[in-house]
T-cell receptor
Framework: NAGVMQNPRHLVRRRGQEARLRCSPMKGHSHVYWYRQLPEEGLKFMVYLQKENIIDESGMPKERFSAEFPKEGPSILRIQQVVRGDSAAYFC????????????FGEGSRLTVL | KQEVTQIPAALSVPEGENLVLNCSFTDSAIYNLQWFRQDPGKGLTSLLLIQSSQREQTSGRLNASLDKSSGRSTLYIAASQPGDSATYLCAGQETSGSRLTFGEGTQLTVNP
């Protein structure tokens, strides 16, 4: 059973470009969470999704950031018009059930904005 | 708003020593608590999960406990090894929310 798969592992973008980060949860997991880790800082919650639904997006910046988890395919975190401050490691986690299950994390996608 | 504090921020010990990492929450209403390990440039590896009805969990040389009344958790590492060197993170899952709230981590170095 493969773990949480994230790609790309490393992504370089110039200011103003778009970044798309993908996350495939563990098999059988229907809950996906995205976290951001800025350099020298802790992990901050961004968004929690189930298939085709955003459950909690209270940690998402109001502009330029969006997330989806379609019925088929991976979850996508999209950052439009990237700025240098978006440079960070973005981690995805999945679990079987909300609030009762253990979270398993992927290796992260490291975004560098030039 | 839940805040998590981990003490110490960094710890350096000689190989073989037993050690304790501390984690405290401003809101003691913790439903689940997880301890993770993060190696430099890597993702998070789940070490131990303490569910709502439990008070502690053990895995090998690791033991984690949770005191909900005080909002504190400890991770005990026995007979530390250089391979234990990493950042250790605790995270609480709130009763009424969905997110894990993380502490800033304890950076552990075990010297041979």
């Amino acid at each position: 059973n493969a773990g949480v798969m994230q790609n790309p592992r490393h992504l370089v973008r110039r200011r103003g470009q778009e970044a798309r980060l993908r996350c495939s949860p563990m098999k059988g997991h229907s809950h996906v969470y995205w976290y951001r880790q800025l350099p020298e800082e802790g992990l901050k919650f961004m968004v929690y999704l189930q298939k085709e639904n955003i459950i909690d997006e209270s940690g998402m910046p109001k502009e330029r950031f969006s997330a989806e988890f379609p019925k088929e395919g991976p979850s996508i975190l999209r950052i439009q018009q990237v700025v240098r401050g978006d440079s960070a490691a973005y981690f995805c986690a999945s679990s079987v059930r909300f609030n009762t299950g253990e979270l398993f994390f992927g290796e992260g996608s490291r975004l560098t904005v030039l | 708003k839940q805040e998590v504090t981990q003490i110490p921020a960094a710890l350096s010990v000689p190989e073989g020593e037993n050690l304790v990492l501390n984690c405290s929450f401003t809101d003691s209403a913790i439903y689940n608590l997880q301890w993770f390990r993060q190696d430099p440039g890597k993702g998070l590896t789940s070490l131990l999960l303490i569910q709502s009805s439990q008070r502690e969990q053990t895995s090998g040389r690791l033991n984690a406990s949770l005191d909900k009344s005080s909002g504190r958790s400890t991770l005990y590492i026995a007979a530390s090894q250089p391979g234990d060197s990493a950042t250790y993170l605790c995270a609480g899952q709130e009763t009424s929310g969905s997110r894990l709230t993380f502490g800033e981590g304890t950076q552990l170095t075990v010297n041979p």
